[in-house]
């Protein structure tokens, strides 16, 4: 049958047309889930030498993607979290302990300003005002520690059973068989599914409570429900961190089926990390020696932390990278990733690792620098380090390579011209920061000052580059 010549130019306009719109929607924007566990240090992982613990899901993870051996984390929780949403060292940006000051500019609202779905699950301690959650850049949550004290009246810890949480501005009394590792990790499934199905990109903080303290029973230990006692103390009894190692493993294996099933894993960057140093009643054995955690303490057991990385098609399989990372890069990485670009005029710190991600050289790290006030103490620990030798503020100056318990500092005198040209190197980095504590937050680019007020960090030469 012959068709009319206008039919046909008309039909091969509609069909050019057609090919025109699925090129010029070009690839979808990738998913990402940062999951990052609670006290969790390098030594306690399999795929990192560690023996004391199982963790094949994460171990599936290393070997379906690739493990940084040089990732350094702050020594505690709040400073860590500050650190990696926002991309910046907590010497410019850090207020106290529990808080995230909601002037900032987080990664999680740039994700929500680039169309993406944003979601936190687990722990939140970032700030006591029910609006802080949204305020930051997550619009749908499930977390502890929010509204909530670490305890209720009675003592009993309330993030593993009976636990309470914050769901959307809704405060949720579970029951005396619920565990929140558990309520948080449906919760987590839920926002993949949802948004898979919804075909809406998506930008996870899977902010796990465990393994930290109280080391109490997990649903799979015998004493469960019968013994609850371990929740009514602040550390709990450390022989139940292992089972909590186990129990935070599965939950992590759940996130990877569910990629699976919802046929998404290849359009997901998945990272798994921990956001310090294991808790110091925990001894786990590693690489033929005896570590005992070190969170708090500015050594490697207190910042030295796992991180794993899987997306199929991007990261070769089982590759390891050696690249110096800190907490600060997570933000330029994952917003790369998704071809987001940091706004010119925020000033991070951080250094994206995407180029290393999929195996080229990128830009490494010379030097990682950490400014950390312990709430317990006036006065900040601060130091910088390479891979094989840390400066501290004080003078003091390791080979942290081989003196991991930092206690023999080395005089200047006995330097050989490596370590004198490092050591030069770090102080030029140390001094770079030493003026940028800030005397009131700055308020973000187009948007009103924050509780700080607006006005910025001291004047001061920029740190040197990192290349």
């Known amino acids: 049958m012959n068709l009319k010549p206008a039919f046909v130019l008309l039909l091969t306009a509609f069909l050019l047309w057609g090919c025109a719109q699925r090129e010029s929607s070009g690839p979808k924007p990738p998913n990402v889930i940062l999951i990052l566990a609670d006290d969790l240090g390098y030594e306690t992982m399999p795929s990192y030498g560690g023996t004391s613990y199982q963790t094949p899901h ?30 910046i060292s907590n010497i410019r940006n850090y ?67 009976r636990p309470v949480l914050d769901h959307n501005g809704q405060v949720i009394l579970y029951d005396r068989t619920e565990y929140g590792p558990d309520a948080i990790n449906r919760f987590s499934l839920d926002f993949i599914e949802k948004n898979s199905r919804n075909d809406r990109p998506f930008f996870y903080l ?39 190692v186990a129990y935070m493993d599965r939950m992590v294996g759940n996130i990877y089926d569910k990629l699976e099933e919802e046929g998404i894993a290849e359009n997901t960057l998945l990272i798994f990390t921990g956001d310090n140093g294991t808790d110091t009643p925990i001894v786990s054995r590693f690489r033929g020696k005896d570590v005992a955690g070190g969170k708090l303490l500015s050594t490697d057991a207190g910042t030295r932390v796992p991180l794993i990385a899987r997306w199929p098609g991007v990261i070769e399989e089982g590759s390891e990278c050696n690249d110096l990372t800190d907490f600060s890069d997570f933000m330029p990485t994952v917003l790369e990733a998704a071809g987001i670009s940091v706004p010119d005029s925020l000033d991070i710190d951080g250094i994206s690792f995407l180029p290393q991600l999929k195996g ?108």
């Open 95 to 161: 207020v106290r302990f529990g808080l995230l000051d909601t002037s900032q500019v987080t990664v999680a609202q740039l994700f929500r300003d680039a169309g993406y779905a944003t979601g936190i699950g687990g722990k939140w301690q970032l700030g006591t005002n029910p609006g802080n959650v949204r305020q930051l850049g997550f619009d749908d949550y499930l977390v502890w520690q929010l509204t909530e004290g670490r305890a209720d009246s009675t003592g009993r810890d309330t993030r593993y059973s």
């Open 206 to 244: 899977y902010s796990m409570v465990l393994v930290h303290c109280p080391f109490s029973p997990t649903p799979d230990s015998p004493e469960w429900i019968d013994d609850d006692t371990t929740v009514m103390d602040y550390k709990g009894q450390a022989p139940y961190f292992e089972d909590m």
């Open 58 to 87: 994460i171990d599936r993870l290393a070997s379906e993607g690739i493990r940084f051996e040089h990732c350094y984390a702050q020594p505690q929780c709040t400073p860590s979290r500050v650190k990696l949403l926002t991309g």
């Open 360 to 467: 080229l050289e990128g830009t490494p790290r010379k030097w990682v620098y950490s400014w950390y006030m312990n709430p317990m103490k006036r006065e900040a620990r601060v130091f910088a380090r390479t891979h094989r030798y840390k400066l501290f503020d004080t003078g003091e100056f390791y080979e942290s390579s081989v003196d991991v318990l930092e206690e023999h500092p080395l005089s200047s005198e006995s330097l050989d011209q490596e370590a004198a040209d490092t050591k030069a190197m770090l102080e030029e980095v140390l001094s770079g920061y030493e003026k940028r504590r800030f005397d009131a937050l700055p308020a973000p680019p187009d948007m009103p000052a924050g509780p700080s007020g607006p006005s910025g960090p001291n004047a001061n030469p920029n740190p040197p580059n990192q290349p």
